[in-house]
């Protein structure tokens, strides 16, 4: 393991004020996304998207990394430059999506477990050539009346962790990115009572497996109330519950926090994260955004697959980007938005 290429990378993003756009969706992910817009989806559609996002006018002032899918890591740009090319040239770490995305777990009730640690080392060397310098792998859990289960808590949280240590044994950056769903009428206080379990379980496993988690990223889920609960969303509420359960379960070594935004609306995402860095409570992290869907739905909105609606969609893109920067240290406000 090279510790001191680990530490140049996370210094690289760990960026007060800066963030991680997650460019990563799997084919059919993107496919759905781009369908909902009325866009078609192709390998080309899927770059000239990418493209319109990476090449927005100073978008490095706000953020420090990208998340790609592999077909995207081997894309270029019209003028022929590799997206992890362009991306570190313009100051921003390529990273890479290296889960194989999710599967049944036997002997639960349809519970999900995550594909893709078979030859992970051989991978990550192949993409650490292509330029990437993070990874991440996504485990998730849903919450019902019998779920998350032991098995799912602990089997996931060992394959993060196994994840982690062979990233890091590869001179990579692992974001480590456990989410509990929003899908479901669960409380606010349940969400919160799983995501400290699965944190818990998860820096016990990153400690048995000699993670050092001062060199990954932790890119955990908020705690909100399930989608069909009827609760209210309260941001502050949400900023407080968020914050007690991380300062329970997650080590002080570890540099950064970036949330996934997981289906709240890009305005909650950006609301809640602000609340967060602007409550006075000990924060021994970092805390930033690694969000897909809450920085990308109004660019996808605006564009809609038109070269005329480049400007327009990036200028959507940068204002959310802008937005979260500003909430990553506690000064945003709705007023902000504008139109
Ligand atoms: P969302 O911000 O849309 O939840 O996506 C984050 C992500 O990377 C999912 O794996």
Redesign the pocket.
């Known amino acids: 393991m090279s510790i001191k290429e680990l530490q140049e990378t996370i210094g690289k993003i760990a960026v007060p004020g800066k963030g991680i756009l997650?460019a990563?969706e799997s084919v059919s992910t993107a496919t759905k996304r781009l369908e909902a817009e009325g866009v078609k989806s192709t390998e080309e559609s899927r770059r000239k998207y990418r493209e319109m996002l990476f090449t927005t006018p100073h978008i490095n002032d706000f953020l420090r990394g990208v998340?790609l899918y592999e077909e995207t890591l081997y894309q270029k740009t019209i003028k022929g430059e590799a997206f992890p090319d362009f991306l570190s040239k313009n100051g921003i770490v390529p990273g890479i999506?290296v889960d194989g995305g999710l599967i049944d777990l036997e002997g639960t009730e349809s519970e999900k477990i995550t594909k893709g640690i078979d030859g992970l080392g051989e991978r990550l060397d192949v993409y650490k050539k292509a330029g990437a310098r993070f990874a991440?792998w996504?485990a998730v859990y849903s919450i019902s009346e019998t779920t998350p289960s032991c098995l799912a808590i602990r089997s996931n949280a060992v394959l993060l962790a196994r994840y982690a240590s062979i990233c890091q044994a590869h001179g990579i950056v692992p974001i480590v990115?456990p989410?509990v769903l929003l899908d479901g009428s669960h409380s606010m206080e349940e969400c919160a009572s799983v995501t400290e379990k699965v944190l818990h379980a998860v820096f016990r496993e990153i400690y048995r497996h000699n993670v050092l988690p001062e060199l990954i990223i932790l890119?955990p889920s908020m705690v909100v109330p399930g989608k069909l609960s009827g609760e209210k969303y309260d941001s502050k509420s949400v900023a407080r519950e968020t914050l007690k359960v991380l300062l329970r379960s997650v080590p002080a070594a570890v540099p950064t926090i970036n949330f996934?935004?997981?289906?709240q609306t890009p305005e909650q995402?950006t609301e809640s994260l602000n609340e967060m860095n602007s409550i006075k409570s000990r924060k021994p992290w970092n805390l930033s955004f690694?969000?897909?869907?809450?920085?990308q739905e109004p660019a996808l909105g605006a564009w809609k697959g038109k070269d005329a609606n480049v400007a327009a969609a990036q200028k959507a893109f940068y204002k959310r980007a802008e937005l979260n920067s500003a909430a990553s240290l506690g000064k945003y406000s709705r007023k902000m938005e504008g139109d």
Request: positive net charge; hydrophobic residues 35%; aromatic residues 4%.
């Open positions: 997650a990563d998340i999506k991440k996504r990115e989410e890119k996934l935004s997981g289906g995402a690694s969000y897909a869907r809450a920085l």
